[in-house]
């Protein structure tokens, strides 16, 4: 079966650093997604990973290992508005996205 | 403005109605998408299409169907709703096979009564 596991929850402090861990089985890989989730609100995109390493962009980075089925977003400096949820994805070989249960990311000053 | 939009963004109905659920898209994607989005569950795929005559089913398919009769429009349908399909119901669309991900509309939040 496909699966996708990340923490329900975790709690950082304002200006701190964050990572958040997605592990994944699925059948076949296009590459692996993190959105960002406000609530009551839709996901937004943040990254897009199909090949291992570390891609940065400005306070976000996002890591993948494609031997380990293992990603990880990385917040630096993080501000209040960072309060939200985030969902791993991963494009199956059928190119349809297998979502995570999100991760809700509470920051606290 | 560029994006996808949904109809309506709440409603509650009665068990055993019908709804239509609207969607569209002006960004031409071929791929379309529904999920709903139950809290500790994540988002589950209801149906999709990968393009404009062509339907298939999701995770969680029953007691919904779908067309895709043209590119810009998915409406999802539930025939007779129940309660267990209270949810907040999310669109999407994509460019099908790239790593663009997917835009979503901003959700409709239903509660059947």
């Known amino acids: 079966g496909q699966n996708i596991d990340q923490p329900t929850e975790m709690t950082a402090t304002e200006g701190a650093i964050v990572q958040i861990n997605c592990t994944y089985q699925?059948?076949?890989?296009?590459?692996l997604f993190w959105y960002q989730q406000h609530a009551g609100e839709a996901p937004t995109f943040l990254s897009y990973n199909v090949l291992d390493g570390l891609e940065e962009k400005g306070r976000f980075s996002s890591f993948l290992s494609r031997s380990k089925g293992y990603s990880y977003p990385l917040l630096k400096e993080l501000q209040m508005k960072d309060s939200a949820s985030y969902l791993c994805a991963v494009l199956d070989s059928n190119y349809q996205l297998i979502w995570g249960a999100g991760t809700k990311l509470i920051i606290k000053p | 403005i560029a994006g996808i939009t949904q109809a309506p963004t709440s409603q509650i109905l009665a068990a055993g109605r019908r709804m239509t659920l609207r969607c569209t898209q002006d960004m031409r994607h071929n791929a379309m998408y529904w999920y709903r989005q139950d809290l500790g569950l994540g988002l589950r795929l209801i149906h999709y299409s990968n393009t404009a005559g062509t339907t298939g089913k999701g995770e969680v398919p029953d007691g919904y169907s779908v067309s895709r009769a043209n590119t810009d429009d998915f409406p999802l349908t539930l025939a007779s709703a129940v309660p267990s399909q209270t949810s907040v119901y999310f669109c999407?669309?994509?460019?099908?096979?790239?790593?663009?991900?997917?835009?979503f509309g901003s959700g409709t939040r239903l509660t059947v009564v």
């Open positions: 699925t059948s076949g890989f296009n590459g």
């Open positions: 999407a669309s994509s460019d099908s096979g790239t790593g663009n991900g997917y835009t």
